[in-house]
Antibody
Framework: QVQLQESGPGLVKPSETLSLNCTVS??????????WTWIRQPPGKGLEWIGY???????NYNPSLKSRVTISVDTSKNQFSLKLTSVTAADTAVYYC?????????????WGQGTLVTVSS | DIHMTQSPSSLSASVGDRVTITCRAS??????LNWYQQKPGKAPKLLIS???SFQSGVPSRFSGSGSGTDFSLTISSLQPEDYATYYC?????????FGQGTKLEIK
């Protein structure tokens, strides 16, 4: 079955770069039906869509984060990744990777369990 | 960006109650509206896509409706496992924004 698993440091210092990977199993990230997406949720708050990458490398980012975000895909490892530069305490959140199905349902149908990233010195 | 507004932000209800949560978009989004359920410490789970299409395994007491700018999620008879936070999300135009969430609590 489809599974997604986030990995990466749980603690990042202010002004540094947050880097996370999402390992996908049960489906190929090269499948042209899906857009591989990152979402975050600050503690006790709602969900924020960060952006997605398509298998071809095409990306779409939330304008509020666009200047600091890079999402990329590695088809050889069946992974995609998130980089967020110049982090501050406001970037402390649970980060989720998810699959967005771009046909019929147009929704986030599979999610990783999430990983908490804390920005602190 | 399309702004999504859910109401109410929180709701207390009893087991067996019929509950409706609404979601309004700041501009038309056709039927491209999804509903997710999130329990504490867990990832959101897709309940309904494109306004009214059930996901496999979702109980039939959940239903969605609406188009354009106004949408609703109805739980016909609340069960103990339904106490959670519910989010709407538009998938019409990126960024695919979420509503602020509706926390459903036990009365």
């Amino acid at each position: 079955q489809v599974q997604l698993q986030e990995s990466g440091p749980g603690l990042v210092k202010p002004s540094e770069t947050l880097s996370l990977n999402c390992t996908v199993s049960g489906v190929s990230v090269s499948n042209n039906s899906y857009y591989w997406t990152w979402i975050r949720q600050p503690p006790g708050k709602g969900l924020e869509w960060i952006g997605y990458v398509y298998y071809s490398g095409t990306t779409n980012y939330n304008p509020s984060l666009k200047s600091r975000v890079t999402i990329s895909v590695d088809t050889s490892k069946n992974q995609f990744s998130l980089k967020l530069t110049s982090v501050t305490a406001a970037d402390t959140a649970v980060y989720y990777c998810a699959r967005f199905t771009g046909i019929i349902t147009l929704s986030l149908d599979y999610w990783g369990q999430g990983t908490l990233v804390t920005v602190s010195s | 960006d399309i702004h999504m507004t859910q109401s109410p932000s929180s709701l207390s209800a009893s087991v067996g109650d019929r509950v409706t949560i609404t979601c309004r978009a700041s501009q038309t989004i056709s039927i491209y509206l999804n509903w997710y359920q999130q329990k504490p410490g867990k990832a959101p789970k897709l309940l309904i896509s494109t306004a009214s299409s059930f996901q496999s395994g979702v109980p039939s007491r959940f239903s969605g409706s609406g188009s354009g700018t106004d949408f609703s999620l109805t739980i016909s008879s609340l069960q103990p496992e339904d106490y959670a936070t519910y989010y709407c999300q538009q998938s019409y135009i990126a960024p695919y924004t979420f509503g602020q969430g509706t926390k459903l609590e036990i009365k």
